[in-house]
């Protein structure tokens, strides 16, 4: 089958391409070695935060806020999306001056997204905290969606827009002949005039076959989720000193992760729980939120995702050879980005250029 672009990785990072060149009448397919999601984008935290990002994401990530703040207009589905805000809380003087310089150079970036407030307002924002914290940095903007909500709607909205998805379609053979790539996958052979490299925790395989090895790390974050609780508190919360992303859900189940990582197997695609490192994020949640002490854990998970060593993501075309792209690395912090990587990526392939700064984000960064 012919196709002008062909997307290796069928994550919302892929979809949202897809779904992009699409508006732009370019054709595409999307080969996914799994089930669409299996891995990061269908069980990560769903986070839909500007705080405390990279300074250089932070272009990319005002610019995906304001897409989020209108996700029905571009995919037909809220995603689920709300946006109570989000907060970096200060336990005490020193946290405090952390977060204040962070603002601070947020501010002289020409930023105003990320705020220091008070003890008085944080404790109005989010009365259940214990009593013992100072203040905090605040995004009044950001906040979450569900993730495999999301996913379905960028899909959906893709397809409708004629690209086609081929899922259980691993890729075990790449090669360009001609300025035209060939590539055979367990669901039968596609040539194209384009790749686009989206296959996350996998991405590396072929980056590298092209002479462009980068030092990907697959990672697997966990998460917790709990029974049901009256509704007690509205924004996000993380902590300036420990590894928290705390929040409530619609239907009131907390969801609990902080970075601590599962034991993975990363040949048969397996994780095992670090039950000592579950405890570890139970115990920061407790002391913040003492009163959650008897509430159950009902459900844990931890999916495979694409870490860098500098925990930016790679974007940008290949070095090595024409009509190849590179999308992966988004070390956990990747579904908020989606929407403006879906119109980066359109803009280069399409236009050879793009409006936001991705320098930073170039391959290029780990070729020697």
Not at 24 to 37: A, F, N, P, T, W
Not at 239 to 244: E, I, M, N, Q, W
Not at 248 to 254: D, H, I, S
Request: a negative charge; hydrophobic letters at 45%.
């Amino acid at each position: 089958m012919k196709t002008e672009v062909l997307i290796i990785g069928g994550g919302l990072i892929g979809s949202s391409i897809a779904l992009q060149l699409a508006m732009r009448g370019r054709q595409c397919i999307v080969v996914e070695k799994d089930s669409l999601g299996r891995h990061a984008s269908g069980v990560n935290a769903g986070g839909l935060r500007q705080l405390n990002r990279d300074v250089a994401e932070i272009p990319l990530t005002v610019a995906a806020a304001k897409l989020w703040r209108n996700i029905e207009e571009l995919v037909d589905s809220d995603c689920d999306s709300c946006f109570p805000g989000q907060l970096r809380v200060a336990e005490n003087e020193a946290d405090l001056k952390k977060l204040q310089q962070r603002q601070a150079l947020v501010e002289s970036l020409g930023y105003h997204h990320e705020e220091i407030i008070g003890k008085d307002e944080l404790y109005q924002l989010a009365p259940a905290l214990s009593p013992h914290c100072v203040g905090a940095l605040i995004c009044r903007e950001d906040g979450y969606a569900r993730p495999y909500h999301a996913l379905t709607a960028f899909r959906h909205k893709a397809e409708s827009l004629g690209v086609k998805y081929y899922t259980d379609a691993e890729v075990y053979r790449l090669n360009q002949l001609d300025n035209i790539w060939q590539v055979r996958t367990q669901q039968g052979e596609f040539e194209a005039e384009i790749v686009v490299n989206c296959a996350g925790a996998w991405a590396n395989k072929f980056a590298a076959a092209f002479g462009e090895a980068v030092p990907l790390t697959p990672q697997t974050p966990m998460m917790m989720v709990t029974e049901r609780l009256p509704h007690f508190i509205n924004p996000v919360v993380g902590a300036a000193s420990r590894k928290l992303s705390f929040k409530q859900m619609q239907n009131g189940t907390l969801v609990i992760g902080g970075a601590h990582l599962a034991r993975l197997n990363f040949k048969q695609q397996s994780t095992e729980m670090d039950w000592h490192k579950l405890s570890e994020s139970a115990q920061t949640v407790m002391a913040l939120f003492p009163q959650l002490k008897e509430v159950r854990i009902v459900r844990t998970w931890a999916g495979i995702e694409a870490f860098m060593p500098d925990h930016l993501p790679v974007i940008s075309p290949s070095m090595m050879v024409e009509n190849l792209y590179h999308v992966f690395g988004f070390s956990a912090h990747g579904f908020q980005l989606s929407p403006i990587i879906g119109e980066i990526m359109a803009q280069l392939i399409v236009d050879g250029k793009n409006d936001l700064p991705i320098e930073a984000f170039n391959i290029k960064r780990f070729i020697k």
